[in-house]
């Protein structure tokens, strides 16, 4: 079993998870769409994939698998084949999908298959999606998963926190539902499609800091904690999509699929100097310290790291051993349950008004 | 670092009150004391570590405190897509 929250409160958690982008192919042309996918998008090389799965142990393995895109459903078989080596050391299998297949009266027998094959199906559902796929195909595609026994969830965006498109969609799926689909609510970003949304470029942009140690510069970085396999193969140390779709970034490039395994790249993800103070502090605090410079965004502070050739050296001594070592305790001492973590998750990466939607079923 | 999460939690909230973090520097133990800290519950090769930090360390310690306080650790939005958004 992994509910919504499990997966939430292990977020955080260095290489608790291992995200793969299982292909950038996808059916649906939602106007949103963070990875602007199409059907021309590229797969994850399988055997490569496969081998690197393999290496996984009942000792030594992510706690959880995400399969991702694009369109993870459009390779059923391989689907099947990552949830089987997972299911064999007692990983649980994450699978996002946008529905395409619920257009269908039925679910295609080897979708069917390889829902059957993971633990938990997250689907999208917002006003793009349903411009593709209706509210009601996206129900009766939830009413089917859950019948199977596995647990669903859903990831609902809005434009903003105030968006009344949010609370229609929340009233209707607690209305069938229930408590039984935990929901992770959030905001559209302009990422991707995103970018030409009229609505998103008419947001004004955050404020600039000042120089100096700014009021928000301390800002811990939790995405810097699951791997990700990029369908090109890469292995990142971070989900930011320009680095997904292939900005390289010294400090985020952990290798490629098919020359590492398992156990380094969670070793890395552990202890590598950078990623640890990024997780600690976050990169805007680092890019001041040492003079790669404070960025309007966020992410793009990080990126400008690798500005210096010695990023690792540099950056990595930022924080003290000492000082870095009571840090991370301090994280974990924090919260004391997972249902705390998850909904500190939910409340700080989407719309603190439904963070509680995340732990609905427990 | 400290056998009981619960003592190491309260020194994290203590240390995100800018009050306690201007006394810590005087007088580290006194201070986690005054904000109700057990510190005979923290060994003590934890609590030199703390002492030994740098008045810039704690107060990066402090703001990290005041946003795991009131936040959760996961403290900055930015454009991570991954699993958070399809």
């Known amino acids: 079993m992994l509910r919504l929250a499990d997966m939430l409160a292990m977020r955080a958690t260095p290489a608790a998870g291992l995200i793969i982008e299982v292909t950038r192919r996808c059916p649906l042309s939602c106007g949103h769409c963070s990875t602007s996918s199409t059907m021309r998008g590229s797969d994850l090389d399988s055997a490569s994939a496969l081998q690197f799965v393999e290496g996984f142990s009942r000792e030594n393995r992510p706690a ?132 030409n949304l009229e609505i998103l470029k008419r947001r004004s942009p955050s404020k600039v800091g000042e120089s100096g140690l700014s009021a928000d510069s301390i800002s811990p970085c939790s995405m810097a904690a699951w791997p990700v396999i990029c369908s090109d193969g890469r292995i990142t140390g971070c989900c ?113 008004r439904f963070a509680h939607l995340a732990t609905l079923g427990r | 670092m400290a056998d009981d999460p619960k003592e190491i939690a309260k020194i994290g909230d203590a240390l995100a009150r800018p009050a306690i973090r201007k006394m810590f520097a005087m007088d580290p133990i006194g201070a986690l004391e005054r904000a109700g800290v057990n510190v005979s519950k923290v060994p003590e090769a934890t609590l030199d570590l703390l002492a030994s930090l740098q008045p810039w360390e704690v107060e990066v310690l402090g703001r990290v405190a005041e946003l795991a306080k009131s936040k959760g650790i996961q403290t900055m939005k930015g454009d991570h897509v991954g699993v958070i958004i399809h």
């Open chain 1, 64 to 195: 959880i698998v995400s399969l991702t895109g694009g369109e993870p459903l459009l390779r059923p078989d391989f689907v099947k084949s990552i949830s089987k080596l997972c299911n064999a050391v007692n990983t649980r299998v994450h699978l996002l999908t946008g529905l395409f297949f619920a257009r269908s009266s039925r679910i295609p027998a080897p979708i069917n298959d390889a829902l059957r094959s993971i633990d938990h199906m997250a689907a999208s559902l917002d006003r793009f999606h349903e411009r593709e796929l209706s509210r009601e195909r996206v129900f009766f595609a939830l009413d089917a998963v859950l019948e199977m026994g596995k647990e669903v969830s859903l990831q609902i965006l809005g434009y903003d926190e105030s968006d009344p498109y949010l609370d229609d969609v929340v009233a209707d799926v607690t209305t069938r539902f229930g408590d039984r689909v935990p929901m992770l609510i959030s905001s559209v970003r302009a990422i991707g499609r995103g970018r």
């Open chain 1, 240 to 352: 930011n999509q320009e680095v997904v779709d292939g900005l390289r970034v010294e400090h985020l490039t952990l290798g490629h699929v098919a020359t590492t395994n398992w156990s380094l790249i969670r070793h890395k993800m552990s202890v590598d100097p950078v990623l640890r103070c990024l997780r600690a502090v976050g990169p805007r605090f680092l890019g001041e310290r040492t003079g790669t410079g404070y960025s309007d965004s966020y992410c793009h502070a990080c990126h400008r790291l690798s500005d210096r050739e010695d990023v690792k050296e540099t950056v990595g001594s930022t924080i003290p051993a000492p000082l870095l070592e009571v840090i991370e305790e301090l994280a974990v001492a924090r919260f004391d349950d997972d249902n705390a973590r998850a909904t500190g998750f939910a409340d700080e990466y989407g719309v603190s």
